[in-house]
Every structure is written in C-alpha cells, then in structure tokens.
C-alpha cells in the first residue's frame, strides 16, 4: 500500500509531455527535419565513397593536418570497423557522435563562459548540472521518444544533453583559471572584450578546453551506443542485437569498433586542436 | 599645491585626492576615516572595507620617472592601477593629459589606453603561444595595425632593449630579464607617453636587476617618456626615480626627490627606511655646505667643484688635494664651503648645520 503522500512526477511530467506533444508539434517536426537533414547529409558523404578511398583519405588528412602517428591511428581504426564488417554501422555512429558534439559544444562554450564571468549563473547551472549527470541516462531516453518518436533525434537530443555538462563545467573551468594578469594585460592595451576573449582567454583555456571536448566526445559515444536501444542504428544497434540474440561474436566485433571510432575521434580531434595552436 | 605647470614641465598625470575602498559600504568607510579618523585595521573591522589608496595627490610631468616605494599591502599596486582606470576610483579625480579618465566611456578608455599609456607588469604577462616579435607587436595588432607595420614598430621596440636576434623565439626560451625586456619593448612598441611600470624587476636576480634599472632610465631619457615606477625597494627607487612618493597603508606619506627624502624625512618610518641607504651619490654639495664667511682660511687656495658635485666627488677631492676643505663656486663666484665635518655629518646624512643651505 503506498502513502497518499508519495511522489510520483510521472503524474506531472506525462501530461506536462501530452501537452507539449499536442501544442508544439510542428516545432518538434521542424527540430526532427533539420537533425535528419544534417545527419543524413554527413552519413551520406562518409558512405558516398567505397570504404578503402575514404580511409585513405582519412589517412591523408591526418598525415597533413597532424603527424604521422595520427595517420597511422586512422588507418587502424577505420581499417578495423571496415574489416569487422561494421563500415555502415561505424560511419552511422560516426556522424551521430559529430552532430551531437556539434550541437552540445554550441550550447555549452557559451553558456561555460557565462558562467564563469558570473558566480550567480554559474551558482544557478549547477544543480541543473548535476541532475543532468547524475540521473542514469536511460531516463532521458523516455521523454525524448515520447517528443520524436523512435529512431536517430531522440537518440541525438538524449546524447545533447549527456554531453553538455562535462563541456560546460571545464569550459567554466578554463576560462577561470586565464591568468588575471593576462586579462589585466588586454585591458592596459586597450583591447576590446571580444579580443580579449579570442586572442588572450581562449588560448590561454586551450589546454582544458580540449580535455572538455575530450570528455564530450567520449560521453557522447557512449551515449549514442545506448540510444541503439531506440532504434538510433549504428554500432549501438548491433551491441543490441548481440544483446538481445546472445551472440558473444557480434557483441564484441560491434564493442571493438566501437573502441576504434572512440580512439579516432579523441586522438584525431586532439591533435587537430593542439596543432592548430602552435 | 596648485598645479604649477607654467613654470615646470606640463602635468601628464594628475591624481587629485583619490580614494579607493573596496567593499560594498566604501563611502560610509571614507566618510569615518576623514571625519573619525578611523585605521585601516579599524575600518576592516567596523565596515569590513578594505582600505588600498586612501587621498593620494601626485603629480607626474613630462619626461620624469616617479617612483612610488612601499611594502607590500601599501597600496601601490592599486593606486597604479587608479591611473589607468583598471581600477574604478572610489572618490577623487585622476586627469591624464588634462583629462578627467573617469568621463570616458568605454571606447574613448580603450584609445587613451592604447595611445598614451603603456603597462608593464611584475609577472612580464607575455602570451606563451606567441613569438616573442609577436607579443610586442600584440598592442598594435589589437589596435588595427596592419602587420607590415606592426612588425616593424616592433622591431625597432625590440632593438632598443636589446633582442633584435631573439624575435622569432617563444618566451619560455628567454630567461626572466629577457622576458622582461620584452614586455618593455611591448610597451613602446605603440609609442606611448607615459609608461606604468608595476614593480618590473622585483621578480629578478639583483645583478640583472640593477642592468635593467639602469638601461631602463637610459632608455626612458633618450625616448622622453615619463614613467610611474611602482617598487618595493628605496635603492631602486632612488637609482630610477627623479621624484619618489612614499606609500604605507594606503597613504602617501612623503614625495619629493631621493636627496629631499634621504636629508628630510617626513617621519620615523621613512627615516627607519632611508638609515641603510649610501649617501655617496645621492648628498650634493649644496645640501652639506656653509657660507662661505665662516670659513677662517683662506678661500683662493682650495679646490673647487660645482653645486651638484656629491659628497663622493668631494671627498675625492680632499683626499687628492690633501686640503681640509673645498670651495663650492657656482661660475668664479664662490657660493659655500664644505669642510670635512660638513662631510662627515652629510655621509650620516644630515644636512649643513646652522643656516640651511639653498635648497
């Protein structure tokens, strides 16, 4: 028997849910279009080309852009999710992980530094930051299907929010550790806030921004696998499929590549960010 | 003291009575130390306001260095701070070439700042991702300047201190006066007027350190800037400074050039302060001598030197000559004599007995 005082927000948030199902619809279409539009798009570009040409391409660019060690990382892993037989798979996740990061570092860069000018938005986050981080992420899953219905935006839009938190808090973190003496310095020349923004606080954040974008990333993979549970695709639909069918095979090629996309994007995106700033 | 800029250099800083208090209840504070008479551990206490600059007047003029000595917790850091607007004055006016910097709205700050006054700062603030050509070139570029001309302005800043050869290095591969040299050169590189300098090479080895003071001063001179010095340390500030202002808890408790300060001490603080110093170089002849009336012997025979010989140059001359005293003359007229006791007392640092001297 339970109390008559018991808590129960699913009596809130469902109809809460309805409601905004019923009167914003066309909204959340419109949200819906645009994230199957740019998703679409880049899975379209990275299966245009046969896998061998985009790895070597991928190859190329990193050799460019970075070093040899990280063209090297990339040819092993692209090498690896296309051999494993997971190419489609790895490419899906690939371009859910990018939008996501995408979205969740558009939301979280300004809001960090915000928060960092002022203790009252920062004191105001971060409550919301925790629950955001604390509450098993499964449970965003529900309301985003209730919202978009099965399929790649929930999957997206539960992804967001996991990935916000981590960038948003070592954003604020960056950009209070700048040296006072070097935004003093900006000031005694005469520089604009915005330069002193661009050209002096950011940086001097670099370092810790990249360990934020670092975490966002690797959340946001880990996030993307568990959306194959509602029917996201990619590598988190096979995990599934090796889960549900108890096929130890499947479930291990799907975790390795899985391991391989998350090595490449951290280690590509890293040295890409690190490179541009000396 | 009204501004007497007729007969002196024109006035590029004026600091009229400025207060700063920081804390939310500020005004109520200044009003209990003006009106009471309250301490600065007094206002902590009853208004929880930390006094940093409490009615500071000074004046700058073109082409001088002045000095500001205090300990640390003496205020200097911020009332150097006060000039340039980094930080909001809580009462009181500072006027940079006749204008008050309080009136100027964000963009017109940001010229006087980027055209007038340059910064130099104790921790040097140079960005570390940035070539050392680029770091002095930073105030230009911020500015608009195109690069071409940036680089040369930056160029020539850096020849004068000395680093023509290190432009393309990054600051973690200069030693701490390179890298101080450079955070020099960044501040001439946009040809300012006044330069603020907050305790520069306190951070430095004394032999680097006593190197810089000196090619600062020279380099100061040559360019005509006027500089505002913030030290620590009274050797520095009578090596550097033309005018020295004294600071404690906030005050300035004395201004006036090192041998004013050295001879005459406002009081038993700055007296304590200037006990160790060396009055070789900084007594001159018209400080120590006396008329030359009371003199007994005979004047034609003895050495001469100038008014502004110091009392090294003097005992130079007593001991080669082998005289017991040497006649100042101003031209052939001879103005005052110093024998060895006016000497000996200006070496303890006091100055003639009897008649004061001219001053």
Known sequence: MSLPTEFSPGAFLAPAIDWLNANFHPIFALITRVIEAVLGAIEGALLALPPFALIGLAVLAALVAINLRAAILAGCCLGFCWLSGLWTGSMQTIALVAVAVAISVAIAFPLGILAARRPAIEAALRPVLDIMQTVPPWVYLIPAVMIFSLGRVPAIIATIVYGIPPMLRLTTLAFRGVPKDLKELGQAIGAKPRTILWKIEFPAATPTLLVGLNQCILLSLAMVVLAGLVGAGGLGAEVTRGLTRMEMGLGLRAGLAIVAVALLLDRVSRGALEKGRR | MEK???????????????????????????????????????????????????????????????????????????????????????????????????????????????????????????????????????????????????????????????????????????????????????????????????????????????????????????????????????????RIGDRIAIMKDGVIIQTGTAEEIVMDPADQYVADFVAGISRLHLIKAHSVMIPAAEWQGAVDGLPRCSPEADIDALIGQITETGSDAVAIAEGDAVVGIVTIRNLLSGVRGDAAPAPAAAA
């Open chain 2, 4 to 238: 007497a800029n007729t007969d002196t250099a024109e006035v590029l800083i004026d600091c009229q009575s400025v207060w700063k208090v920081f804390g939310d209840r500020s005004g109520e504070a200044i009003r209990a130390i003006t009106e009471r008479g309250l301490s600065k551990q007094q206002v902590l206490q009853d208004y929880n306001c930390v006094v940093g600059v409490s009615d500071a007047t000074l004046q700058v003029r073109r082409g001088e260095i002045f000095c500001i000595m205090g300990l640390s917790g003496s205020g200097k850091s911020t009332l150097i701070r006060l000039l340039n607007r980094l930080i909001e004055p809580s009462l009181g006016k500072v006027l940079v070439k006749g204008q008050d910097i309080a009136t100027l709205d964000a963009a017109a700050l940001r010229q006087m700042r980027a055209r007038h006054i340059g910064m130099v700062f104790q921790s040097v603030a140079l960005l570390p991702q940035r070539t050392v050509l680029e770091n002095a070139a930073f105030g230009l570029e911020v500015q608009g300047v195109s690069r071409d001309e940036r680089n040369r302005a930056a160029e020539a800043a850096l020849a004068k201190v000395g680093l023509s050869d290190w432009t393309a290095r990054y600051p973690s591969e200069l030693s701490g006066g390179m890298q101080q040299r450079v955070g020099l050169a960044r501040a001439l590189t946009s040809d300012p007027e006044i330069i603020l300098m907050d305790e520069p090479f306190s951070a430095l080895d004394p032999l680097i350190r006593r190197q810089l003071q000196d090619e600062f001063r020279q380099l100061t001179k040559d360019l005509g800037k006027s500089a505002v010095f913030i030290t620590h340390d009274l050797d520095e500030a009578i």
